[in-house]
T-cell receptor
Framework: GAVVSQHPSRVICKSGTSVKIECRSL??????MFWYRQFPKKSLMLMAT?????????EQGVEKDKFLINHASLTLSTLTVTSAHPEDSSFYIC?????????????FGPGTRLTVL | GENVEQHPSTLSVQEGDSAVIKCTYS??????FPWYKQELGKRPQLIID?????GEKKDQRIAVTLNKTAKHFSLHITETQPEDSAVYFC???????????FGTGTSLTVIP
């Protein structure tokens, strides 16, 4: 089946630093990837849609300058949390839509737990 | 945008009993409704999905029903087992854009 990886799985950083999270589709091409944020015991909140070769589409209330998304290739999207603060601490999950699969099907990465001190 | 509500937030059942989780959505244009199971600290796993041209779908102990008129859909798990214990999320999606909007989740506990 389709596999999506994320790196790193956990990251701890100091307040004010920037953190980059990678999302890779390992065995398929994905023109569209999605980034979600999940607080403990809460739902997945869609942050943005990452489109290969074009700008990401952000959901209402998500700061695009805070959460930079780059989808440079058909297998890689990156999320950079800039000038991170403790309130940015969360579980970040990406998903990818395979070009060859059902148009609705998404495959999720294992998530990245970000802790900002 | 789409708004998905999910109930109950927590559910405890005895092993062997059935569990039902309900979701409502707001956008009548939504046409794809997946259900995901998520264990603590792990990725969501698709367990079943249904499209708007179908009213019911079943896969062994799991079934999903959809009422387009009322804009609600439900997950039914029969003969529950302790390994069914997890958080379950419903989602709604439109064909255009394909973004998933998730419900608030249901923490299911199956008591042995």
């Amino acid at each position: 089946g389709a596999v999506v990886s994320q790196h790193p799985s956990r990251v701890i950083c100091k307040s004010g630093t920037s953190v980059k999270i990678e999302c890779r589709s390992l065995d398929f091409q994905a023109t569209t990837m999605f980034w979600y944020r999940q607080f403990p015991k809460k739902s997945l909140m869609l942050m943005a849609t990452s489109n290969e070769g074009s700008k990401a589409t952000y959901e209402q209330g998500v700061e695009k300058d805070k959460f930079l998304i780059n989808h440079a290739s058909l297998t890689l999207s990156t999320l950079t949390v800039t000038s991170a603060h403790p309130e940015d601490s969360s579980f970040y999950i990406c998903s990818a839509r395979a070009e060859s699969s059902s148009y609705n099907e998404q495959f999720f990465g294992p998530g990245t737990r970000l802790t900002v001190l | 945008g789409e708004n998905v509500e999910q109930h109950p937030s927590t559910l405890s059942v005895q092993e062997g009993d059935s569990a039902v989780i309900k979701c409502t959505y707001s956008d009548s244009a939504s046409n794809y409704f997946p259900w995901y199971k998520q264990e603590l600290g792990k990725r969501p796993q698709l367990i079943i999905d249904i499209r708007s041209n179908v009213g019911e779908k079943k896969d062994q102990r799991i079934a999903v029903t959809l009422n387009k008129t009322a804009k609600h859909f439900s997950l039914h798990i029969t003969e529950t087992q302790p390994e069914d214990s997890a958080v379950y999320f419903c989602a709604a999606s439109l064909n255009t854009g394909n973004q998933f909007y998730f419900g608030t989740g249901t923490s299911l506990t199956v008591i042995p």
